[in-house]
């Protein structure tokens, strides 16, 4: 199919899908969230909601994670869907962003404000800098930082002032 399109065409496709699966999360996480709502996952029989993307919607599970850490963000701060959509956010960014939320509120409440104070910090963050943003927050706040990169990176932050690079 697309072997047939002109250089232009192509483009303007893959501009167009890109927003399409910004729209298609954010329909997503609506469907999630109503499903989470009304614990229908627990009538299909899967134990949890995390069992449910990786059993019965068939997310790996760092993708299921990543989702179920931005369904909890929107649950406390809703405008997340659309920045979401919109791009200036990412979900592997809104995901690390919760992480650090959930470490803080072991200790304390965080505000509405706090939240959205966090969640517009990482706007048209990369993942790198996003790292470096939190783990200031964490630092700051006395907290851990859940590992917000995967395993098998090979560059991570690994304090405010440090990059960790891996050779293999």
């Known amino acids: 199919m697309s072997r047939n399109l002109s250089n232009e065409i192509l483009w303007e496709k893959i501009y167009d899908a890109r927003a399409r699966e910004r729209l298609a999360l954010k329909e997503l996480l609506a469907y999630l969230q109503e499903i989470d709502r009304r614990k229908l996952h627990l009538a299909r029989g899967f134990e949890s909601l995390f069992a449910f993307l990786v059993k019965g919607l068939g997310y790996g599970e760092g993708s299921a994670y990543r989702r179920l850490q931005a369904l909890r963000a929107l649950n406390s701060t ?72 995967a395993p098998h990176d090979l560059i991570r932050a690994t304090s405010p002032e440090k990059v960790e690079i891996r050779f293999q």
């Open 78 to 149: 809703p405008e997340i869907k659309e920045h979401l959509a919109q791009g200036s956010l990412t979900l592997t960014n809104v995901a690390a962003a919760q992480g650090l939320i959930k470490s803080m509120e072991k200790t304390r409440a965080v505000s509405a404000e706090e939240k959205r104070e966090i969640f517009g910090e990482m706007q048209g963050q990369s993942k790198r800098g996003a790292e470096q943003i939190l783990l200031v927050r964490a630092e700051h706040e006395g907290v851990a930082l859940r590992r917000v990169t």
